[in-house]
T-cell receptor
Framework: DAGVIQSPRHEVTEMGQEVTLRCKPI?????LFWYRQTMMRGLELLIY????????DSGMPEDRFSAKMPNASFSTLKIQPSEPRDSAVYFC????????????FGSGTRLTVV | DQQVKQNSPSLSVQEGRISILNCDYT??????FLWYKKYPAEGPTFLIS?????DKNEDGRFTVFLNKSAKHLSLHIVPSQPGDSAVYFC????????????FGKGTRLSVIA
């Protein structure tokens, strides 16, 4: 099993540009989570999906952030327009089901907005 | 407001000694607690967990203690090894598994040989 795959590993973009982060969960995992890691706030939940349906997006900081899960094997997190304060490491994680806490995290995408 | 707090950003311990990482929480509805370990350039990985019906869980060198009245948990690593050097995240969940994990800010552990 290749684990949770995130791309790109690193992204440097200019303020105002659109950024799309991608995630492929583990096959058979029905729950997918997007977290953001910063020094100030640690790991904070942005949004999570269950069976491809968004369940809770209350952690999405602003309308500039959006996430989709068009099928069981792919999810995207989009920031449009990006701002320097969005610079962080973004993690995707998946689990077989809600309530199973052995989350498998991807390696993350380090986003830098200049 | 942070519901899960790790007040020590970093900790240094000599190899072979005990490492104690602490975590406090504010939400009395939390009923399941976990520790995750993170190496640089990797995602966090699950380390050990404890349910609120227990006060201790042990797995090899790692033991987690839960004090519900104090809303406090701790991770003990004995003996500490250089390979334990990583960032450790405390996490919690409420609602008997129906809510996602809430993480703390993490504590960076350095085990010095």
């Amino acid at each position: 099993d290749a684990g949770v795959i995130q791309s790109p590993r690193h992204e440097v973009t200019e303020m105002g540009q659109e950024v799309t982060l991608r995630c492929k969960p583990i096959s058979g995992h029905n729950s997918l989570f997007w977290y953001r890691q910063t020094m100030m706030r640690g790991l904070e939940l942005l949004i999570y999906f269950n069976n491809n349906v968004p369940i809770d997006d209350s952690g999405m900081p602003e309308d500039r952030f959006s996430a989709k899960m068009p099928n069981a094997s792919f999810s995207t997190l989009k920031i449009q327009p990006s701002e320097p304060r969005d610079s962080a490491v973004y993690f995707c994680a998946s689990t077989p089901r809600v309530g199973y806490y052995g989350y498998t995290f991807g390696s993350g995408t380090r986003l830098t907005v200049v | 407001d942070q519901q899960v707090k790790q007040n020590s950003p970093s900790l240094s311990v000599q190899e072979g000694r005990i490492s104690i990482l602490n975590c406090d929480y504010t939400n009395s509805m939390f009923d399941y607690f976990l520790w995750y370990k993170k190496y640089p350039a990797e995602g966090p990985t699950f380390l050990i967990s404890i349910s609120s019906i227990k006060d201790k869980n042990e797995d090899g060198r790692f033991t987690v203690f839960l004090n519900k009245s104090a809303k406090h948990l701790s991770l003990h690593i004995v003996p500490s090894q250089p390979g334990d050097s990583a960032v450790y995240f405390c996490a919690a969940s409420a609602g008997r598994g129906n809510t996602p994990l809430v993480f703390g800010k993490g504590t960076r552990l350095s085990v010095i040989a």
